[in-house]
């Protein structure tokens, strides 16, 4: 399992999250890796932390003020980027155009969909991953893996019959060990997560018990 941890624009601290992240890695032997802000990539890859960007834009080099440049997210360090989170909705076309550019600097690619048509969608455009959110369980602390169960079983049904070499994660409300084990047992090959880890008092005692059944 991949465990994939958004830090949104929570007010934590990026690289003592990436630390931790790093450590329970190790430690666990489990993949995980963290997605800062644009403005921490740098500081969170110097960690050693496996790094992902929250977005990338459908851009090459030009007078784009204002953009997140593919080229620029990868010379940071970052492996991989999120794409189309429910925080960040993007236009189909945009989608197509910010895949386009994280294959151009070989980052790593997550499209982000509400719902297992969406799934469908996203599968179709050729991402390495498509992740799963219903956004209404969100920050609720409530977890997709045990709330909506079939979301995530109809999710990776729905990938598998438009292209089934694109691996599909489940988020919302992951926060224990005892949640990414539904995911798996549901077809998933990884989480995706936010508060759980971004606001807990102790992110790496967090981190040890999501990677604890694994
Ligand atoms: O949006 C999410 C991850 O990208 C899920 O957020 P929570 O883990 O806070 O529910």
Redesign the pocket.
């Given at each position: 399992m991949f465990v994939l941890v958004?830090l949104k624009a929570y007010p934590c601290d990026p690289v003592e999250v990436a630390e931790a992240a790093h450590e329970v890695a190790e430690e666990s032997g489990v993949r995980v890796a963290v997605a800062p802000q644009a403005a921490d990539l740098r500081a969170v890859a110097e960690t050693g932390v496996e790094t992902w960007a929250q977005h990338v834009d459908p851009l090459a080099h030009g007078s784009h003020t204002g953009s997140t440049l593919a080229e620029r997210v990868a010379d940071a360090g970052a492996d991989g980027t999120l794409l189309n989170?429910?925080e960040r909705r993007l236009k189909l076309a945009e989608i197509d155009g910010s895949l386009s550019a994280a294959e151009r600097v070989g980052l790593d690619t997550v499209v982000c969909a509400n719902n297992p048509e969406q799934v469908a969608a996203a599968a179709a455009l050729g991402p390495d991953a498509v992740a799963v959110?219903p956004p209404e369980?969100?920050?609720?602390g409530t977890p997709v893996s045990k709330a909506d169960p079939d979301v995530v079983t109809d999710a990776v049904e729905a990938a598998a019959a438009v292209d089934d070499s694109v691996d599909v994660y489940c988020?919302?409300?992951?926060s224990t060990g005892d949640d990414v084990e539904s995911a798996a047992e549901l077809g998933a090959t990884g989480v995706?997560?936010?508060?759980?880890v971004a606001k807990a008092d102790d992110p790496k005692a967090a981190l040890e018990d999501l990677v604890e059944p694994l």
């Open positions: 958004n989170h429910s959110e369980l969100i920050g609720t988020g919302a409300g992951i995706l997560l936010a508060s759980g």
